[in-house]
C-alpha cells in the first residue's frame, strides 16, 4: 500500500511540475512544446520508408507508422506493467521478463529473416506471381484495343479503362495512366517496368514490346507485331514454368527420400543397439530385465 | 464399464436435444434469409447507384462469399454465407452446451480432490470455473471444422476448375455470334454435370445480361478470374469483357488463340510431372511401402515385443520415429502439390 501511494504521489508531482512548467514559460516555449509532442509529430517519428515499401508491395493497405507504433506501444506498455507489477509486489526485475518485449518487437520486425519480415516477403512474391498472370492479360487486351475498327484508345486512357478489371495491376496501371498524361508515355512505361525484379523472366519483353507498339501508328502493323510478341511471352512463359517445376520436382525428390533412408538408417541403429543389448553392458546398464 | 455407457448415451442424448432444437429452428431462418437476401440485393443497387460501397469493411464477408462461390454447388449470394455463419456458430455453441452438460455430470476428478483437500465452500465455484475451459476449446475446434473443410475443397475445386476453364473457352467459341450473356448461358447448358464453373458461369451469365452499371459487371467479371485464379481466366474475363463493350467481332479468333496456348501450357504440364513422376509415386506410397517392407521384416527378425521396446523406449529409437513420422507428412505435401498443378503459368 505504502509502495502504491509512493506511485501516486510521483505521478502526481510530475504532472504538477508539467502544469507549472507550462504556466510559467514564455509563449515560444510554449509554442515549441505543442509543436514537438503532439500527436502527429510523434507518430511521423515512427514513419520507415523501407517498412512501408514492404507493406505496400505484399498489398496490405496499412500504413507503417501505424503499425510500428503498434509495436513500440505494446513492448512499453508490456514493460511498464511488469515494472509497475514488480514495484508493488517488492519483487525485483530479472532479465527473463525483458525478453519478452524484446521478443515482441523482433517478431514483428520488418527485417528480413524476422516472422513478419519473411511472412511480408513471402506475400509480396506470391504478389509478383500473380501480376505475372494479369500482365499476360494486359497485352491481350492491349492487342484488343488496336483491333477496334474506328482507331484505338489512346494509352493513358487505355490503362485507366482497363485498371478496374485487375485485382493486382490496378492501382500500378492508374499509377501508369497518372504518369502516362504527366510525364509522357515512355517514361511511364519505364516507370512501371522498373517496378519489377530485376531479374522477371518476361518483364524486358514486356517493356520492349510496350515501348515498340507505341511507336507505331499503323494500326495493322501493330496487331501483327502483338500477335507474334503474345505468342512469344506465352512460350516464355510456359518455358519459365517448365523449368521452375523441374528444379523444385528435383528438390522434392531429394526431399522424398529422406523418408526412406532414414528408416533403413534406424534399423542398423536399432539392431546395433539390440546387440549392444544382447551382450548385457548397455551403458553399465542392463535395458530390458 | 456400465459407467462409461451410461454417459455415452447422456451424450447421446445430448446431441439429439441439440439437433432437434436446429432442425426446428432451420426453416424458420432459411425463409427469413431468402426475404433479407432480396431485400439486400435491391439495397445494393442503390448503393452502387450512390458509388458508396464500402469495400474494405467486410473483409470476412467477401473471403467466406468468395470461398462458397467454387465450392457450393447450389451457391446464392447474401444466403450462403449467412447460412455457413449460422451453421458453424450453432455447431460451436451445441458441442460448447453438450460437451458442457456432460461433463457437469461425470464424477469429475476436481471435484473429489477438493473434498479430500476439505474446503466445500470454494469447491463448487471453483469446478464451474474450470469447467468451462475444456468444453470451449472442443466446440472453438468443432465450430472450425466446416471452415477447414471449405478450404480444402475450395483449394481442389480451385485446381480442377484451371482444367474445366479448358472446356469452357472451347464451347463459347463455339457460341460467339451470340451476345455474351446468352453465349454464357449456352455454354453452362452444354458443360458437363461434374464442372466446377458451371455454376459460376451462370452467375456470370447473369450479371452480363442485367447489370446496371460497368462497375458492377467489373466486379463480378474480376471476381470469376480471381477465383479460379489462373492467367487463362483473366484473359479469358477480359475477352469476354472487351466483346461486350466492343461487340464480338474478334471474340472467336482471340478464344481459338487463347485455347491453343492453354493445350500448349497443358502439355508442358504433362512433361513435367512425367519428369516427376518418380517423386511423386515415392511421396505418395513408395516410403510407405518401405517402412511397413522393412520394419516388417526386422520386428520378424526380433520378436515384435522387443521390436516395440527398442523403437518406443530407447531415446534413439523415438527421435528416428519422430524423424520419420515428420518426414513422411513433408513428402507426402511434397507430392500432393506436384502431382496436381494448375493449368496456369505459375
Known amino acids: 500500500m505504502e509502495k502504491l501511494f509512493t506511485l501516486v504521489s510521483t505521478i502526481g508531482i510530475a504532472y504538477f511540475a508539467l502544469l507549472v512548467f507550462l504556466s510559467t514559460s514564455k509563449s515560444h516555449e510554449r509554442d515549441l512544446f505543442r509543436k514537438q509532442i503532439n500527436v502527429r509529430a510523434v507518430m511521423m517519428k515512427f514513419q520507415s520508408e523501407q517498412f512501408q515499401k514492404k507493406l505496400d508491395n505484399s ?66 512474391q506470391q504478389n509478383i506471381l500473380q501480376k505475372d498472370g494479369e500482365i499476360v492479360s494486359l497485352l491481350k487486351q492491349y492487342q484488343n484495343n488496336r483491333l477496334r475498327n474506328r482507331g484505338y484508345i489512346e494509352f493513358g486512357a487505355f490503362c485507366t479503362q482497363v485498371a478496374p478489371t485487375f485485382e493486382y495491376l490496378k492501382n500500378d496501371l492508374n499509377e501508369l495512366a497518372e504518369k502516362a498524361t504527366d510525364d509522357g508515355v515512355e517514361e511511364a512505361i519505364k516507370h512501371f517496368c522498373d517496378k519489377f525484379p530485376a531479374d522477371h523472366h518476361f518483364m524486358p519483353n514486356v517493356r520492349s514490346i510496350l515501348l515498340a507498339t507505341e511507336s507505331m501508328a499503323d494500326s495493322n502493323e501493330a496487331i501483327e507485331y502483338l500477335k507474334k510478341q503474345n505468342t512469344a511471352i506465352s512460350k516464355i512463359s510456359s518455358d519459365h514454368y517448365l523449368k521452375k517445376w523441374t528444379r523444385i520436382g528435383d528438390w522434392a525428390g531429394l526431399i522424398n527420400v529422406i523418408p526412406s533412408i532414414t528408416t533403413f538408417l534406424m534399423i542398423v541403429v536399432l539392431s546395433l543397439q539390440y546387440i549392444m543389448v544382447l551382450k548385457g553392458n548397455f551403458n553399465g546398464v542392463n535395458l530390458f530385465r | 464399464m456400465n459407467n462409461i455407457s451410461d454417459y455415452v448415451v447422456r451424450l447421446l442424448f445430448h446431441s439429439l436435444v441439440v439437433l432437434g432444437i436446429w432442425k426446428c429452428v432451420k426453416p424458420l431462418i432459411d425463409e427469413q434469409l431468402s426475404y433479407l437476401a432480396k431485400k439486400r440485393e435491391y439495397r445494393k443497387n442503390s448503393h452502387h447507384f450512390k458509388n458508396s460501397s464500402k469495400k474494405n469493411k467486410r473483409l470476412i464477408y467477401r473471403h467466406l462469399d468468395n470461398l462458397m462461390y467454387l465450392t457450393q454447388d447450389k451457391y446464392e449470394p447474401f444466403v450462403s454465407v449467412t447460412k455457413f455463419l449460422l451453421q458453424s456458430s450453432f455447431l460451436l455453441i451445441g458441442i460448447f452446451i453438450i460437451t458442457l452438460l456432460t461433463i457437469q455430470e461425470l464424477p469429475s476428478m476436481f471435484s473429489s480432490d477438493i473434498i479430500f483437500n476439505g474446503n466445500l465452500q470454494t469447491s463448487n465455484v471453483e469446478t464451474i470455473k474450470s469447467f468451462w475451459k475444456l468444453p470451449m476449446l472442443l466446440a472453438i475446434l468443432a465450430g472450425s471444422i466446416p471452415y477447414i473443410v471449405m478450404r480444402y475443397k475450395y483449394a481442389k475445386r480451385q485446381t480442377k476448375g484451371s482444367y474445366d476453364l479448358l472446356d469452357v473457352v472451347k464451347i463459347f467459341a463455339k457460341y460467339t455470334y451470340l451476345s455474351v450473356d446468352a453465349a454464357l448461358y449456352a455454354t453452362s447448358d452444354y458443360l458437363m454435370d ?29 471476381r470469376f478470374a480471381s477465383n479460379v485464379s489462373t492467367t487463362f481466366a483473366r484473359i479469358f474475363v477480359s475477352d469476354l469483357l472487351d466483346a461486350e463493350k466492343e461487340g464480338n467481332v474478334n471474340l472467336n479468333l482471340s478464344l481459338l488463340e487463347l485455347n491453343d496456348s492453354m493445350e500448349q501450357q497443358r ?52 527421435t528416428f520415429f519422430m524423424i520419420i513420422v515428420i518426414s513422411f507428412v513433408i513428402a507426402l505435401l511434397f507430392s500432393i502439390l506436384l502431382s496436381k498443378p494448375k493449368l496456369d503459368y505459375q
Open chain 1, 59 to 124: 498489398g496490405y493497405p496499412v500504413e507503417a507508422k501505424n503499425i510500428n507504433f503498434i509495436r513500440y506501444a505494446t513492448a512499453l506498455l508490456f514493460l511498464l506493467f511488469l515494472f509497475l507489477s514488480k514495484y508493488l509486489r517488492g519483487t525485483t526485475m530479472s532479465l527473463n521478463d525483458a525478453l519478452i518485449p524484446i521478443g515482441i518487437l523482433a517478431f514483428s520486425s520488418p527485417l528480413k529473416y524476422l516472422p513478419l519480415g519473411w511472412f511480408l516477403d513471402r506475400k509480396s
Open chain 2, 194 to 222: 461434374n464442372n466446377v464453373l458451371k455454376r459460376p458461369l451462370r452467375i456470370l451469365a447473369d450479371e452480363f445480361s442485367n447489370y446496371s452499371t460497368e462497375t458492377m459487371l467489373q466486379d463480378e467479371a474480376q
Open chain 2, 267 to 318: 502439355e508442358t504440364i504433362l512433361t513435367v510431372k512425367a519428369s516427376n513422376s518418380d517423386a511423386i509415386k515415392l511421396g505418395l506410397y513408395g516410403n510407405f511401402l518401405v517402412f511397413v517392407l522393412s520394419i516388417g521384416t526386422f520386428m520378424l527378425l526380433l520378436k515384435p515385443g522387443l521390436y516395440f521396446k527398442l523403437q518406443f523406449q530407447t531415446s534413439i529409437g523415438v
